[in-house]
């Protein structure tokens, strides 16, 4: 990968594959990268948006304290949280006097002519009057059209008003903006978003577009996005879970609720377009289309229907995880061959194995990622990061609040257990206790925490979210290594490697019950700084030894 990397993440579903991307990092995904994010949303505080901003957030924290530094540290290799992500958030402002379109587009009863233009396209009493803080809400005509002037608008403030005067979103635009003009020929620019919703759907096809016109504004008219040059990829996604219908009153007080009955034929429409329209057929070198069989679809209504805000946080799902990898294809393919010709443009595809009645998916690391190559990258790094993740929360027991009694607790328990008999001298006993926390934080939210109301309620992470959306399907791990109830947590604590079955049963840490001391007696007693990983301080060696050490109890060197 010598490009330099750019993704976009658009509306809700958009954040969620934006999420999975996140954890793809984490896990090691992506070595030596430095990769630049900008978040794309009418909802600014939307509870995926945030979920995702925030892990992002966490994510630099770790990395800054590998550095002493604040600003994301740098890119390692062969290691936990390796890539350098730089995050840039924009959202359309659609407050105070530009919360619907016909506010925003100064429309007035005595405006008859301007009236009776936008009555063409818009229904008076719906389209032009409901609240677009929450999204388009799959009225893609409205969106694309305030989406593309959104972007442009805010690049045309930037250049004309300064860094001083212009809104927060506004300054992260240029600043991306910025990154891609640095970056000409050599970016690589992948977008998430949905087809089946308002905000990814509106977006995907006009972005490349704004973007172009972004640049143009910001440079002055002296530099433009070449589609010749800058290869654009994206995920569109078609509708993988479903919600209940909005009632008569929700649709007289909102005036439009996206109904997910019709998400199947939205996918459709917006297929099609894409299909024919130039600007997608120009700029875009890959699209990876992703579905999800409807008859698998998880209902995910929980009280009332939102159409938006910070109580929207729907769980993550195993298509975004899809989506996550398809950028991670997007990324290292080595040629990326312009495609304008629609009856010239090569279709891939991938399926998924059925169980044998035919009722659920049978997820393995080839269903994301497949490869010749004896070593699988996503397969072995994302058991990597399984089982660092039972090893601190189960093992040391972190899957519940900070326990200061308890000296072995979390990574500083782990350190602690390196100290005692071992042969060598331990170089990360120095490492802030705080910079610690922070990646078992990171882990909680890759796997699993306990609720601190004394209840032990499990609250699923990432990958038990993901696992979960598989429903009676298989997912990679044997179902028993996703932790259920207190007697599976106590036996996991002797047994963090333990996660696989079927042909990949070897794969497992040596030891039998007795895992956990093992892995504990092999690592602490070949103790060595890895200047191979690429950073320098305490923290870069302790995760690049606790990744060495991982890999080779999995055999997988």
């Known amino acids: 990968m010598n490009d330099r990397l750019f993704v976009i993440g658009i509306g809700g579903t958009g954040m969620r594959c934006l999420e999975s991307f996140v954890h793809l990092c984490a896990m090691g995904m992506f070595d030596g990268q430095e990769i630049n994010i900008l978040?794309?949303?009418?909802?600014?505080?939307?509870?995926?948006?945030?979920?995702?901003?925030?892990?992002?957030?966490?994510?630099?924290?770790?990395?800054?304290a590998t550095t002493g530094q604040t600003n994301g540290g740098v890119a390692t290799k062969d290691s936990f949280f390796t890539a350098k992500l730089n995050l840039y958030k924009f959202a359309t402002d659609y407050s105070g006097n530009r919360v619907s379109y016909r506010n925003l587009a100064n429309i007035s009863d005595d405006d008859i002519d301007n009236q009776d233009l936008a009555d063409?396209?818009?229904?008076?009493?719906?389209?032009?009057?409901?609240?677009?803080?929450?999204?388009?809400?799959?009225?893609?005509?409205?969106?694309?059209?305030?989406?593309?002037?959104?972007?442009?608008?805010?690049?045309?403030?930037?250049?004309?008003?300064?860094?001083?005067?212009?809104?927060?979103?506004?300054?992260?635009?240029?600043?991306?903006?910025?990154?891609?003009l640095a970056a000409g020929a050599n970016a690589r620019v992948f977008i998430f978003g949905s087809v089946f919703g308002g905000t990814g759907a509106s977006s995907i096809p006009v972005v490349p577009r704004a973007l172009n016109e972004a640049v143009r504004i910001i440079s002055n008219g002296t530099n433009t996005l070449d589609p010749d040059n800058v290869k654009f990829g994206a995920a569109l996604l078609t509708d993988y879970f479903s919600f209940r219908s909005p009632n008569n009153t929700q649709i007289t007080e909102e005036r439009v609720v996206a109904d997910s009955r019709n998400f199947a034929l939205n996918s459709q429409a917006a297929l099609d377009f894409y299909r024919k329209d130039p600007t997608v057929k120009a700029?875009?070198?890959?699209l990876y289309h992703i579905g999800w069989p409807q008859a698998m679809r998880r209902d995910i209504s929980e009280g009332k229907l939102l159409t938006g805000g910070g109580e929207q946080k729907n769980p993550c799902h195993v298509v975004e995880l899809m989506s996550a990898m398809a950028a991670y294809d997007f990324f290292t393919q080595k040629e990326l061959p312009v495609n304008t010709n629609e009856d010239n443009m090569p279709c891939y595809y991938r399926t998924v194995e059925q169980t044998d009645d035919g009722h659920f998916l049978k997820f393995s690391a080839e269903s994301f990622y497949k490869t010749d190559n004896p070593h699988n990258p996503f397969f072995e790094k994302m058991a990597q990061m399984f089982s660092l993740s039972n090893l601190v929360l189960v093992s040391h027991d972190a899957a519940h609040a900070l326990n200061t009694s308890n000296k072995y607790y979390g990574l500083r328990g782990l350190i602690q257990r390196l100290k005692e008999g071992s042969k060598n001298e331990v170089p990360f006993v120095k490492i802030d206790t705080a910079h610690l926390t922070k990646i078992e934080n990171f882990l909680r939210n890759f796997s699993f925490r306990y609720s601190d109301n004394g209840k032990k309620e499990l609250m699923p992470g990432w990958l038990y979210q993901i696992r979960h959306s598989v429903d009676g399907g298989k997912f990679i791990f044997r179902n028993e290594a996703f932790i259920s109830s207190p007697s599976q947590y106590s036996n996991m604590a002797m047994t963090p490697g333990n996660i696989f079955d079927g042909d990949n049963a070897n794969k497992n840490w040596e030891g039998g019950s007795s895992q956990y001391n093992k892995?504990?007696?092999?690592?602490?007693?070949?103790?060595?700084?890895?200047?191979?990983?690429?950073?320098?301080?305490?923290?870069?060696?302790?995760?690049?030894?606790?990744?060495?050490?991982?890999?080779?109890?999995?055999?997988?060197n």
């Not at 949303?41 to 630099?60: P, Q, S, V, W």
């Not at 191979?532 to 923290?539: F, N």
């Open 39 to 64: 978040t794309i949303d009418t909802d600014t505080g939307n509870g995926n948006k945030d979920r995702t901003e925030n892990l992002i957030a966490l994510y630099n924290e770790i990395k800054s």
């Open 120 to 180: 063409l396209f818009l229904d008076k009493e719906t389209v032009q009057n409901f609240n677009l803080s929450h999204g388009y809400r799959a009225q893609t005509h409205l969106g694309s059209m305030l989406m593309y002037t959104g972007i442009v608008e805010a690049a045309r403030n930037a250049y004309t008003k300064g860094d001083d005067n212009i809104l927060p979103q506004e300054k992260a635009l240029k600043e991306f903006v910025d990154k891609l």
């Open 519 to 556: 892995f504990i007696d092999s690592i602490k007693n070949n103790i060595s700084v890895n200047s191979g990983v690429g950073g320098t301080s305490e923290m870069d060696q302790f995760l690049g030894f606790l990744y060495a050490g991982i890999r080779k109890a999995h055999k997988f």
């Open 283 to 286: 700029y875009y070198r890959r």
